[in-house]
Each structure stands twice: as C-alpha cells, then as structure tokens.
C-alpha cells in the first residue's frame, strides 16, 4: 500500500500543500483530490469516500508520514465524494473540528424531499420511472458516508491560520449553494473543491432545498467565476484532475462554453415550445437515464440564463412547463 500512496500523492513546490488523489467507485469521475495543508501541523481539506480502498490510502499517506492528528478539516462542499470519510477520521481520533458552509447541511445529510422533488421534476417532463432512479440514486450514495454531526460552520472572509501560512474562505456558490474555495493571497494559492476543475466543466446541479424554493444554479456559478477571475492566484488546487496554472484562461473557456450552449438551446426551441426534459433529450444524443439528473440541471441552468438575458419565456400546460425562444 506504501509504494501505491507515494504514486498517488505530490506535494507542491513551496511544501504546503500535500495532493492525496484517491479512487472513487463512480463511472463519470473516478478520483478525488484532497489536501493536507501545513509544515508539522496540517488541516485537511476534504477527505474522500468512505470506502476501505480509498479510507486505507488515505491513512496509509497519514502513518508513512507520522501524522497521528489533525488541526481541523474543511470541507470544500457537502458532496459524498467529498465528506464521505469525515467521520470515520473523527471516530479514528485523527481530526476533532469539521468545518463548513451552513448552506451544506442538506448535502451532508442527504435531505432528499421525495414530495419536493417529485413536484419539480414531473413539471419539467421528467418520465416517472426516471425519478423513482433518482430516489434510489440518492439512498447509494449514502452507502459511502457515515452520518456526520458537530459540524461547525464558517462564513464568507473567515481567515483559517494554518502552519505556513492564511486561507481565507471564498463562498462561490454554483456547484452546490455552498460551495467554497480557500485563498491563500499572500502566495497565490486556492483550493477550489469543484468550482474549478482542469479538465470538465463542474455542474451547477438544480437544487430545489428543502423548502423547494429553486435557486438559479449556473447564474450563482458564473458570478463565482466573475469574482475569482479578478482574484490574484498563481496556482488552482481543484478537488479533481490536475492542478491549475493560468485560472483566467480556463475561466475565460467555461464562460464561453456557457454562452455557447445558452445559444445552442436557444435555437432548439425556436423550432417549437419545450419542456426541459424535451430540451435534454434533443440536446444530449443516447443519454443514459443515470445521466438525466446532471444533465437536466444543465439544461435548466442554460435557460434560466437565458430567461436572465430575456431571451426565452415560459408557461404551463397540462402540468408541464414549457419554454419558448423569444
């Protein structure tokens, strides 16, 4: 296992931050990066599944490393992938204080409101037996979290002291409501979790609440990116893929993605009014039912965005919502 985790993890130029990639059982991303960040005395940033493959490679990393306990550990956003072994590290007696953002809670707790949902998404003209999946989509992914409680929370512009040096906390919603970032200004450094990711663009997913009141995911995401393009960063530590060297460029191609597929839809449904689930199936040739949840929160954030630039208008018949291109 030793030989496996020191193929697995890299440490960056200036020593601070400790890249641990680990294995995830998922067919659309297969690793995850977490960080320890420090000299002698470390906070983790995110942890991984629990799952014994990945959990083992990360204490194998730990112990090779002498590390017996850590400062705290942050979480980037309520994601299984990203929290899933945080609990397991506090039963271990590795880390005691786990922060995150207030608005995650639902995430880590996996607040699925079946009534909520099921409203929403038959509205949308999502097929029934695709949202019973979803349903049961939501009880595996529990599978690879314990229930995790005494979580503290931090806000936006909360400075974490770590040994080397200071993080200040960046809310960029999108992803999830959520959702931060970690800024080191003095060096140049984020670790963005998945707001910025090298090689895919993340998914504002459509998120309902508990209170199933909608926010308008990719609106949020793209005025994250507006705030950190400005932001002075040399390096982007992402929660996936390969670290980041020039942030502007990579925000510059996301946006232009984004328009780029506002536009696409935009012609879609010139041709007659649409339902979302109808967008998406036009949209997305041999679209595994998997898949629909992901990629009907894109297409739902493409025309909120369009909605935003007064370019579509809607309205409901026979209980379906519909759009239609101005």
Known sequence: ??????????????????????????????????????????????????????????????????????????????????????????????????????????????????????????????????????????????????????????????????????????????????????????????LSGDTLLSRLSPNPLLDLGINGNRRKSLIEYISSLELIYNMDIKTVYPGHYETIHDHKTLIKNLLTFHYKRMMQIHNIIKQKPMTPYEITERLFKRLRQMDVYLAASEVIGHLDLLEQHDMVSSFEKNGLLYYTAI
């Open 1 to 190: 296992m030793a030989d496996k985790t020191v193929q697995k993890f890299k440490v960056s130029e200036h020593g601070l931050i400790h890249k641990i990639i680990l294995p995830l059982p998922f067919p659309q991303v297969q690793q995850v990066n977490v960080y320890l960040v420090g000299k002698r005395h470390f906070i983790l940033i995110d942890t991984g599944i629990r799952n014994e493959e990945s959990y083992n490679l990360l204490l194998s990393y730990l112990k090779d490393n002498n590390i017996t306990s850590i400062d705290a550990l942050y979480l980037t956003h309520g994601h299984v992938d990203h929290f899933g072994a945080a609990a397991q590290l506090r039963k271990q007696g590795f880390v005691e204080k786990i922060f995150i953002h207030e608005r995650e809670i639902s995430n880590i707790n996996n607040e699925y409101d079946e009534l909520i949902y099921s409203v929403y998404l038959k509205q949308y003209g999502i097929p029934a037996d695709i949202i019973e999946m979803m349903k049961y989509a939501s009880v595996f992914f529990d599978n690879f979290a314990d229930p995790l409680d005494n979580i503290s929370f931090v806000k936006p512009n909360d400075i974490i002291e770590y040994d080397g040096g200071r993080l200040e906390v960046i809310h960029t919603p999108g992803h999830t409501s959520g959702s931060i970032c970690f800024y080191d200004k003095e060096k140049g450094i984020m």
